[in-house]
């Protein structure tokens, strides 16, 4: 079988070489053949009609090649292509380019719509201004497209969804916890005092050894309710602000793994609505939970501020940093903080630290909605 090389006849050095292959001249490709043949669409475009196509281009819009032939332009696009596809034809048949890479919604003969990807160039054709193109049909891609989109949409809304479920009822059992459960062993450890006071007489001894003993059970008991409390939803956020709690939870934090800690705050309360500091408040607990599990960290540093237009926050620890091992299957952690990040239209980056570690940054344009006097 006979190798064709058209491509490097064009270039002088390699003619002897594809003259030795016997390769053909550009006049001599069969190129009839190839177009007809073609599994990508052909046309010419000359004064705004298509007249020439191939069988496939004419099959992309539905049609058998003689139907197609000689048709306008405008009624084979969709109505809201009609003014960029005319555009485009203007500025390469008037010279201002001579191709245009671009992508378009075609009708077919039964009104479905057909994506279609062309590619275009300006030629001579019986003295006059043309296009040649070549397109390909790329419906099935925009499809898997969309739906992907739509997919992840709806994978975000669900995020949302959870979180915004997951954040209510946290608030009610950290109601439920602090009002009634504690309320409840107050009242106990109240009657329990009485008992206390009303055994430290002689022969009451090992009565009042018991009660005692309760009344200590009970108080650890209170203090347990009101860490469950707090943990479940820190009343320092409604009370005292973003800053407080936060200061408060990387202190306890510092507490309970044994690190150290730095938090710089500006003096002035973080100007943040109710809603949009729980957000970022969550945010940084999972990032702290993931200092905890992940980093070995020694210190970690927590800064934020803001002014008139933004808020920003840096979370930093000198941990091994995130890269140091690959991420777990199924981990959920970074993902539902994006979305948190996303649901307050603050951008979130998470990456190694300048000098090792791992750093957090958040930052977010602040506007009517975002701002409260609460926080
Ligand atoms: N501060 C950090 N230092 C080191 N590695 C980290 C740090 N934060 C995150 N990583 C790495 O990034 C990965 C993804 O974190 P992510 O929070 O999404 O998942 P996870 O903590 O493993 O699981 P979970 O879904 O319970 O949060 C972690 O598995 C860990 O390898
Ligand atoms: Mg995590």
Known sequence: MKTVVVQSLSATSDLST??????????????RGIVEQSLAGVYVVLDERFMYANDTFAAMFGYAREEFIGRHMADCVTPDSVPEVMQNYQRRIGGEVDNIHYFTKGVRKDGQIVHLELHASRVECQGRAALTGVALDVTERVRAQEELRQSRERLRELAQHINAAREGERARMAREVHDVLGGMLTSAKFD?????????????????????DLVLLMQETIDTARAISEELRPASLDLLGLGEALRQWMTQFARRYGVDVRVTLPDQPLPLASAVATQVFRIVQ??????????????????????AQAFWLRLRDDGCGIGAKPARHGAMGLFSMTERA???????????????????????ALRAKHQGPSA
């Open 18 to 31: 594809a003259a030795a292959l016997g390769a053909l001249r550009l006049a001599d490709v069969p190129f």
């Open 192 to 212: 329990l005092s009485r008992i206390l006071r009303r055994t430290a007489v002689p022969g009451q001894e090992e009565l009042h050894g018991i009660a005692t």
């Open 286 to 307: 999972e990032a702290l939970t993931n200092v905890a599990r992940h980093a070995h960290a020694k210190t970690v540093e927590l800064e934020a501020g803001a002014d």
């Open 342 to 364: 996303r649901d307050i239209g603050a951008v979130l980056d998470v990456h190694d630290g300048p000098e090792g570690g791992t750093e957090l940054t958040l930052c977010m």
